[in-house]
């Protein structure tokens, strides 16, 4: 018997892509080079985080479109900048010109960086499968035993999504996710996706900064000394937010971080 469109249960799943790309870039002037990326995209996909057809993962193997959503990975803005700035100081140079030793100490300087900046991961909030069909303690679901069904919330019309706090988002006492705007369905699913249109963890804000000190030492020799920084500005980078609703204690709260300022100085002799 043929299946309906839209309704096998065949392991096929399908994504679409659609994306704004701009490069700019400005080419070495002045001892300037400099490049801009960006991407403004749109992702969606019926087989999130990699599952097709799955009992407990699908809300329907029969009606794949109902687990139609955003994939983990999209992040809809990214921007990439990266340059190479050699310092208008030292011999050749507009400033400072001095030859001999002299020169060779205050010439040769580079400035460069990558600059990355992009929105955190999509968000979804799960909920408690109150069903016993579904929660995988009777009987057999989509043909595979004690196999619970996942189940995501009803969305609160009216309240914010996200949490509200005076100026800067502290983890200690803040929570990025509002828990009065979520709650536990009655049915079998909520109305909620796997993900959430306009929810997303913290962004990513990114600096990596290097100082390069190039000197000639002799018609054969040089030596380049690298100075570099990575997450220069010592950006905190908070972990996603706990988005069950069956742990309220913890619900919307964000309980890890990373980010450290790293940095690392390295030789180079080119003979």
Request: charge should be positive; hydrophobic fraction near 35%.
């Amino acid at each position: 018997m043929a299946s309906l469109p839209g309704k096998s249960s065949n392991n096929v799943g399908n994504s679409t892509y659609h994306s704004l790309q701009v490069y700019l870039s400005k080419r070495y002037s002045r001892g300037l080079f400099a490049s801009l990326a960006y991407t403004y995209s749109k992702s969606l996909t019926n087989g999130p985080n990699n599952f097709v057809n799955n009992a407990g993962v699908d809300r329907d193997i029969y009606d794949s479109g109902l687990s139609k959503t955003y994939p983990g990975t999209w992040r809809p803005h990214v921007v990439a900048i990266a340059f190479n700035y050699e310092l208008p100081i030292g011999p050749g140079k507009a400033l400072l010109t001095n030859s001999g030793v002299l020169g060779k100490v205050i010439g040769g300087w580079q400035l460069d960086g990558i600059l990355t900046y992009s929105n955190g991961s999509p968000l979804g909030v799960s909920a408690p499968q109150s069903n016993p069909l579904y929660n995988g303690s009777v009987g057999i679901v989509g043909g595979s035993p004690g196999v619970a069904i996942p189940q995501t919330a009803d969305q609160v019309l009216g309240q914010q999504m996200k949490g509200s706090w005076d100026g800067r988002f502290d983890p200690a006492t803040d929570r990025w996710l509002n828990p009065a705007a979520f709650t536990v369905p009655a049915g079998v699913f909520g109305t909620t996706n796997t993900f959430i249109p306009g929810l997303f963890a913290p962004a990513l804000l990114n600096e990596d900064l290097g100082l390069v000190k190039k000197t000639k030492l002799s018609e054969r020799f040089s030596l380049d000394i690298r100075f570099e920084a990575f997450n220069a500005l010592n950006r905190t980078r908070f972990g996603s937010p706990a988005t069950s609703l069956a742990s309220p204690t913890t619900f919307g709260k964000i309980t890890s971080a990373s980010g450290q300022r790293n940095g690392q100085v390295a030789a180079k002799i080119t003979f």
